[in-house]
T-cell receptor
Framework: DTGVSQDPRHKITKRGQNVTFRCDPISEHNRLYWYRQTLGQGPEFLTY????????KSRLLSDRFSAERPKGSFSTLEIQRTEQGDSAMYLC???????????FGQGTRLTVV | DAKTTQPNSMESNEEEPVHLPCNHSTISGTDYIHWYRQLPSQGPEYVIH???SNVNNRMASLAIAEDRKSSTLILHRATLRDAAVYYCIRTSYDKVIFGPGTSLSVIP
């Protein structure tokens, strides 16, 4: 297992378009987290899953954002009708459970033009 | 709400020890203290975590105050590759929330 992988690494899109990112966690990890990070800031929590159940969503996750984790394996984060303010690094992390160490992917850098 | 406070930035000379402080005065009995670091253009990397006792691993040591209201990450010999943003996080069985962290510069 090579760790948490995210795809794509970079995405440039025009304002108004929809984008979807994928995260493949470490296989035995049942928790999966999504974060957003802008330049000079720490990662901001967006949402997390315990297996396939989405347990919490941040207020940052507007109606244009949706995340899924079918079958408790990989997860997708979709942003509809992208805006320039959505430009950021989107990070995914997985853990075996609450309180244990989190392993992060390299992130997907989104640029909305 | 990160619920921890750290200095914005610190400097260290190469080959010297570095002590990165963190205050978490409202920590509860079930909260762990985690440290992560983030190098430029990379995702955060786990460094160390603990609950009550001091912890050591190949990367660092974690000293936890007896009242658990503060902790210190210790890098025994700073190298240029240790230049990063270091995040102190308190987490129980819930989500991991990051604060702004401490930006560590290492001077050759």
């Amino acid at each position: 297992d090579t760790g948490v992988s995210q795809d794509p690494r970079h995405k440039i899109t025009k304002r108004g378009q929809n984008v979807t990112f994928r995260c493949d966690p470490i296989s035995e990890h049942n928790r999966l987290y999504w974060y957003r990070q802008t330049l000079g800031q720490g990662p901001e929590f967006l949402t997390y899953f315990q297996n396939e159940a989405q347990l919490e969503k941040s207020r940052l996750l507007s109606d244009r954002f949706s995340a899924e984790r079918p079958k408790g394996s990989f997860s997708t984060l979709e942003i509809q009708r992208t805006e320039q303010g959505d430009s950021a690094m989107y990070l995914c992390a997985s853990t075996r459970g609450g309180g244990t160490e989190a392993f992060f992917g390299q992130g997907t850098r989104l640029t909305v033009v | 709400d990160a619920k921890t406070t750290q200095p914005n930035s610190m400097e260290s000379n190469e080959e010297e020890p570095v002590h990165l402080p963190c205050n978490h005065s409202t920590i509860s009995g079930t909260d762990y203290i985690h440290w992560y670091r983030q190098l430029p253009s990379q995702g955060p990397e786990y460094v160390i975590h603990g609950l009550t006792s001091n912890v050591n691993n190949r990367m660092a040591s974690l000293a936890i105050a007896e009242d658990r209201k503060s902790s210190t990450l210790i890098l025994h010999r700073a190298t240029l590759r240790d230049a990063a943003v270091y995040y102190c996080i308190r987490t129980s069985y819930d989500k991991v929330i990051f604060g702004p962290g401490t930006s560590l510069s290492v001077i050759p």
